[in-house]
């Protein structure tokens, strides 16, 4: 077949003129064509490879989204240790070592940091090392915590070896036999006077029970006061040593007499309702170096921790106080 021939219009002289082929602008389409086809290419080649993932990056990710996963729950369950072993400090502080007059453990000496932080360089290539750094320093405040939390116990187990006879004396029990909290009514701190209608200081813990109910003493001590007292009714104070005292108010028998010996456990009397009292209950308080501190931190010879802790919400009652 024979070769088309091509024209082209030239509008200067107004005619068709035959193109002449030659063999540099045959190079020259050729090269256009080449250069055109290799830059689509190009461009289909890098749009493939960013939207479409390898089977090995497909692994990666699915391995990688498996980790982060494992991470989330790792954080969770260093939480729930972090809120058990809160608990346990802050019973450490506020009632075993107050037990002892123990100074409570400062905060910064919980959470000092661990010593060698260039420890943590060593993950700052791995992929999420953030998240992975900070699950590790999660994990070594909690071990940092619970070493100091242990050598705590140890401290107090040595004071209670050391103070043996203190403990007999110490107040230690509820006053009335109160297994299921149902008998606590109010607790230490600001309430609402019933007779006086007007805020004032309750020293001390009220226990609801029928009249007659026996009451026991907390402690080893000395009766130091069997009678009537103002506003108290008929009344026991015990004199413990060691700082410590215990009064037992409004009761309805007293069947102990100054100056006799009692030990815990014993009965000293029987609730009643006499002096300024608006129904049978007893009113019970503990001092310590001749000022009011709050009972219900002297019973952990009576209550397991979780009847402590439903002890101190009952306690925090504002609205059933009796005197």
Do not use: C
């Amino acid at each position: 077949m024979a070769r088309k021939t091509k024209f082209h219009f030239n509008p200067e002289t107004l005619s068709y003129e035959k193109v002449e082929t030659t063999v540099w602008g045959v190079l020259k389409q050729v090269g256009l064509h080449l250069l055109t086809s290799l830059l689509s290419g190009g461009l289909f080649f890098l749009i493939f490879i960013w939207l479409v993932d390898s089977p090995k990056e497909k692994q990666l990710s699915s391995e990688n989204a498996r980790m982060k996963a494992q991470y989330k729950m790792m954080e969770r369950r260093i939480g729930d240790l972090q809120t058990v072993l809160s608990d346990l400090q802050q019973r450490d502080d506020n009632l075993y070592r107050v037990v002892f007059q123990a100074d409570p453990i400062p905060y910064e000496v919980r959470h000092s940091s661990i010593g060698n932080k260039n420890r943590y360089e060593e993950f700052a290539d791995m992929s999420n090392s953030g998240l992975l750094i900070e699950i590790i320093q999660q994990v070594d405040d909690l071990s940092k915590q619970t070493y100091i939390q242990s050598q705590s116990y140890d401290e107090l187990v040595k004071l209670a070896k050391q103070n043996k006879l203190r403990l007999e004396h110490l107040p230690a029990i509820q006053p009335v036999l109160n297994k299921d909290l149902r008998r606590v009514a109010s607790g230490f701190g600001v309430r609402i006077d019933p007779i006086y209608r007007r805020p004032k200081m309750h020293q001390g813990m009220d226990f609801t029970a029928p009249t007659g109910t026996e009451i026991f003493a907390t402690g080893n001590g000395k009766v130091a006061e069997a009678g009537w007292k103002q506003g108290y009714g008929n009344s026991v104070i015990i004199n413990h040593g060691f700082g410590y005292k215990t009064l037992y108010a409004h009761m309805h028998k007293i069947r102990v007499r100054t100056g006799q010996q009692v030990t815990r456990g014993q009965v000293i009397g029987t609730v009643g309702n006499t002096g300024k009292s608006t129904g049978p209950h007893l009113h019970y308080e503990v001092h310590y170096q001749g000022k009011p501190v709050n009972p219900q931190n002297y019973y952990f010879l009576d209550l397991s921790p979780e009847e402590y802790d439903k002890m101190v919400q009952l306690s925090q009652n504002a609205g059933q106080v009796l005197d």
